[in-house]
Every structure is written in structure tokens, then in C-alpha cells.
């Protein structure tokens, strides 16, 4: 996992070039400000005690509270939740929430865990970090293996630390415990949206452009049901025990989603022809989504790329060596902190609903989505036209100005 850090640390050395950056500044947003790391006992249902590893990292907060999702993964690692809350720096800053970024995990295999002992597990990390987070600080969300479930147990245990209501401590929480209307939906929405405004520019029309969508858990099948909506052919989707190519696009996603309940993948669904989960990468498609996994298509696979068009859901899917190869092929590149921020923005929405008491209904959340989504890919296609660059630096440089912006703005009017 040490690469992730070193990628997104690339990354951002490689938007100093298109920005007259301070290098006071620069180094200042090369590391989080802040990174928790605890140790917390959960008790074991077969009574024994076990302590688990987490750790909570705090980018900047900037431009508002940290703000970012929480994983549980055997993976999880101090260097993987430093890259990641940058990613969330700068996700929160291209589609200009007023968030700053944070993200935090904790080292377990879920899948080994009882449901009472993911509940004392879940508890028990908050119970940690809770301290040093807050419904103005930094508010946490689900991510990998985290989900409006554990929200809510987070958010109970958090209320019984401080002793009161804290609705806005999370976000992605079941719409009954002051979620979101319209949360669950809202990162593929949000990639459907850039999806659609990219082709408007291009001239090309959504029935032209074949998909093939890797990973089918929130994000995936989500985008796989919206884009078939929208007109877009998916013609291959996998999980992580392999896929399915179907030439016409003519499923049911509800019926592959159903196959999947049953028998645990994707793979060989009716009237499909069966594709491993390297084959999809490099299947015959116009755009490929990558909704998995980080660091998936790498300098092994990027030669062999069919798609023209590559639209990130995943964070980080794409690693720095597989981004040059792309751009010589002209691969167009929709950057994961563009086209995934519909989640975040839709957690910042959740958030401003339980800090004012309102409900919104699905179709204003869904308006301001789009209104958001397609504001921000305005800008950074903006970007990209006037400097000349590839998605991924154009999202940066927008990002990272606004963050050094307010960070000089205050610096300023400090006094000395
Ligand atoms: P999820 O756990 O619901 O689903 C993950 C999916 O990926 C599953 O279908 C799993 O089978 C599949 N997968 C795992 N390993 C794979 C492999 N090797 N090859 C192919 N498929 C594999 O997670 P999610 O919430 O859908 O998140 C997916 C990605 O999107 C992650 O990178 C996450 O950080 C990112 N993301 C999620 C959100 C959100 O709102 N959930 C927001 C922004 C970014």
C-alpha cells in the first residue's frame, strides 16, 4: 500500500509544474495534518478479548471539517489512509464542498466477524477516535466494507461519549437515523452525470458507447443501472470472482444483482458469456469504469486498453506508470476525485440536513447533485481546454488552487 502514497504525492508534484506554488505550501499539503492511530479492545463472542488497529487521518481542514469514509480491510495501513485523505482533500475541493479531507480505517477482515462482533468493533473504534473528531472537525462515512449500518452504530456510540445528539457525526446513514434521501444512489449518479456531460462534448451520443464496469457492489451496480437508464450499452460488469460479457447490454442489472445474491458472483449469468476480471479490463468497450479496487489497471494492462475512455469510480484505479501509457493513447481520463465526489457531495448534503433539522426530498437532493456535478466538470474540462492537460492534472490544479488559495488567504491575515 506504500505506492498509493507514493502515487498521490506524484500527483501532486506534478501540479506544482502548472501552479506558481510556494513551496512552503506545497510541503504542508505533502502530509496530513494530523493522524490518529489507536489500539481498541473488542471483546470476541467466544469471550476472549482481541485488540484491533486504526488509525483516522486528517488531511487539511482548510476549507472546512475533514470529512471522509472509514474501511475495514486486513490491507488497511497508516500510508493508505494518509494517500486517501489527500484524495479527499482534493475530491471536496474540485466539486468546492466546504469540506477539507480525512479517511480512516481499521486492519480486520469483516467477513471473520460475527454481526455482534462487528457492532462491538464498530463501537469500539469511534469510542477511540472520538476525541478528536466532531460534527464541526471531521466527520467520518462509510467506505470498503463499511455501510449505513455501521453508521448508525457509530453514530449511537459517539452520542453516548458526548452526551448529547449528534446527528451530523457521520454521514451515510439509514435514511430513519437522519441519512440522506438519495446517499445510496449517489456515487454512480454522480459518475453517470460526468459520464453524460463528457459525451455531450464529445459529440457522441449515449447509445453509442459500450461500458464495461469493474466491481458490483454500491458503486458498480448503481452506475450499472443508471447508465442503462440513460441510454449507455453495458455490455460487461465483475466482481471480484470474475464477470460477465453480454453483447446485446440486454439485462436486468435487479436480475444480475439477484444472481449475484445467489450465487456469489457475477459470473455466468444467464445468456452471458463468461470473462475473468483481467479480460474485462481489456475487453472490447468504449468506456471502461473501474468501481473496485485501487491500482487495477497498472503498466501491465494499459497497452492493452481497448476503451477511449476511462471514468474512475474506484479511488485510485489507475497508477501513475498506467496514466502515462494512457495518455500516448489517448485515453480521455475522468479523474476519480471528479467522477466519484457524488457520494461526498451527497454526505455533505446529509450533513447540512441534520445540522438544520430539514428533510430534503430525493428529487432535490438529485438536482443539486447534478447541479454540483456538472459545475465541477465545467470547470475542470475548463482546465483542460485552456492549459492543454489530461483530466487527472486539470482536476488537481483546480483543486489544489483553491486549497492553497484559503490557505494563503488566512496565512495573510494572520498576525505576526
Ligand atoms: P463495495 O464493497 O460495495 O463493492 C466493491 C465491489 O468490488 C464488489 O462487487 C467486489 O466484489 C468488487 N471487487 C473486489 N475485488 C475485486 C477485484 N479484484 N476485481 C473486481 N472486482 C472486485 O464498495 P463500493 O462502496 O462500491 O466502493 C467501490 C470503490 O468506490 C472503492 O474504491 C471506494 O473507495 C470507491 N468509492 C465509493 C464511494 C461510495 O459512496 N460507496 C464513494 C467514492 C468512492
Redesign the pocket.
Known sequence: MTDLLRNTQEQLGKVTKHLNLPNELLNILRVPERIIEVNFPVKMDDGSVKVFKGFRSQHNRTRGPYKG?I?FHAGVSRKEVMA?SMWMTWKCAVVDIPFGGGKGGVIVDPKKLSQPELERLSRGYIRAVAPLIGEKIDIP?????TNSQVMAWMRDEYEKVVGRKAPGIVT?KPVGLGGSLGREE??GRGGLYVLAELARKLKIKNQKLKIAI????????WFACLAQEAGFKVVAV????G?SRMENGKWRMEEVLKH?KKTG??SKFPSSTPIT?SQ?LITNCDVLVP????N?IDAKNAKNIQAKIILE?????VTPEADRILAKKKVVVMP?VLA?????TVSYFEWRQNLSGERWSERKVNRKLKELMVRAFEQVWGVMQKKQLDGRTAAYVLAVERVVKAMSAKISQAPR
Do not use: H, I, W
Open positions: 469514509g474501511r486517501l462515512a462509510p467506505d470498503v466494507n451515510g449517489a456515487t469493474q466491481g458490483f457492489g454500491n458503486v458498480g451496480y465483475s466482481d471480484s470472482r464477470g449475484k458472483s457475477v476480471n474485462l468501481a473496485a479496487l485501487e487495477v469510480l474506484a479511488n485510485g484505479p476519480d466519484n465526489a457524488g457520494g461526498v
